[in-house]
């Protein structure tokens, strides 16, 4: 790995846990979004680390793969999840006004004031990992076509 490569790989691995840790601290309002958000923040996150590891522990010698196309089929598709988290989490955060029941004297929100701040910094969050999936299947390209 090359020092920029690197470095989107630590920004990738940090902006994933960050948006793993702002999700996980809201109520989850709505499941079916969120949920998904979580499965690609933290199957992405494992999947890095373990492609990292195959990388740090010479398994790739071993193994014949094409690992340059592997590593931008890998990073292509985790860009495009990580997008769509983003675009559900971004969804999830609009709904911050809709009340939770219609019918309900009562005017309760579907994400309250705390909540909402969290649920903004996690799509922003979302979309700058999105981006760094988007940097290093860039870098893979470049390297698969070199």
Same mark, same amino acid.
């Given at each position: 790995?090359?020092?920029?490569? %690197?470095?989107? =790989? %630590?920004?990738? $691995?940090?902006?994933?846990? #960050?948006?793993? #840790?702002?999700?996980?601290? +809201?109520?989850?309002? &709505?499941? &079916?979004? $969120?949920?998904?958000?979580?499965?690609?923040?933290?199957?992405?996150? =494992?999947?890095?680390?373990?492609?990292?590891?195959?990388?740090? =522990?010479? /398994?790739? *010698?071993?193994?014949?793969? *094409?690992? *340059? $196309?592997?590593?931008?089929?890998? @990073?292509?598709? !985790?860009?495009?999840? /990580?997008?769509?988290? =983003?675009? &559900? $989490?971004?969804? +999830? +955060?609009?709904?911050?006004?809709?009340?939770?029941?219609?019918?309900? !004297?009562?005017?309760?929100?579907?994400?309250?004031? @705390?909540? /909402? *701040? #969290?649920? #903004?910094?996690?799509?922003?969050?979302?979309?700058? !990992?999105?981006?760094? /999936?988007?940097?290093?299947?860039?870098?893979?390209?470049?390297?698969?076509?070199?």
């Amino acid at each position: 790995m090359k020092v920029s490569s %690197l470095s989107v =790989f %630590l920004s990738l $691995q940090l902006f994933g846990t #960050i948006v793993w #840790i702002l999700v996980a601290a +809201t109520r989850v309002p &709505l499941p &079916l979004l $969120q949920g998904w958000v979580m499965f690609v923040a933290v199957t992405a996150w =494992f999947l890095s680390i373990v492609f990292l590891c195959v990388f740090l =522990f010479g /398994y790739a *010698n071993r193994i014949a793969v *094409n690992w *340059n $196309q592997t590593d931008f089929l890998f @990073h292509g598709a !985790t860009f495009v999840f /990580y997008f769509g988290a =983003f675009l &559900l $989490q971004a969804a +999830t +955060t609009s709904l911050h006004h809709f009340p939770r029941k219609f019918n309900a !004297t009562t005017h309760e929100k579907i994400l309250g004031d @705390h909540e /909402y *701040n #969290i649920s #903004i910094a996690a799509s922003i969050f979302a979309f700058a !990992t999105a981006v760094c /999936y988007g940097c290093s299947t860039a870098l893979a390209l470049r390297r698969w076509r070199l």
